[in-house]
Nanobody, 127 residues
Framework: QVQLVESGGGLVQAGGSLRLSCAAS????????MGWFRQTPGKERELVAT????????YSADSVKGRFTISRDNAKNTVYLQMNSLKSEDTAVYYC????????????????????WGQGTQVTVSS
């Protein structure tokens, strides 16, 4: 069973940057589709970005396009989320998630489609 551990969260001023990392252990990382989600109190968990297994097809939410970039390093069993031009509305707990199987050309966009989750890392953007 794959286990996920996020790191890289913290406090940053608006306009700044952070890079989140998610290290996976167990299983075959290259066969997983990986996603980053975020959640604020009282709201549903929302997809930020996802990158599929094998072909590396990427989907990013409209709210982060042009600012956030998801990438993966299969040799290091790690997925990253580079966050630039951060805004106060990006403040949330960010979760890494993994799933397997499915169509490598069409990444799953719903949280229920992901099978394993990390513990989350807090990102706070001060205005």
């Amino acid at each position: 069973q794959v286990q996920l551990v996020e790191s890289g969260g913290g406090l940053v001023q608006a306009g700044g940057s952070l890079r989140l990392s998610c290290a996976a252990s167990g299983g075959t990382f290259s066969s997983y589709t990986m996603g980053w989600f975020r959640q604020t109190p009282g709201k549903e968990r929302e997809l930020v970005a996802t990158i599929t297994r094998n072909v590396g097809r990427i989907y990013s939410a409209d709210s982060v396009k042009g600012r956030f970039t998801i990438s993966r390093d299969n040799a290091k069993n790690t997925v990253y989320l580079q966050m630039n031009s951060l805004k106060s509305e990006d403040t949330a707990v960010y979760y890494c998630a993994a799933t397997w199987g499915g169509n490598q050309w069409y990444p799953p966009l719903k949280s229920i489609e992901y099978r394993t989750w990390g513990q989350g890392t807090q990102v706070t953007v001060s205005s």
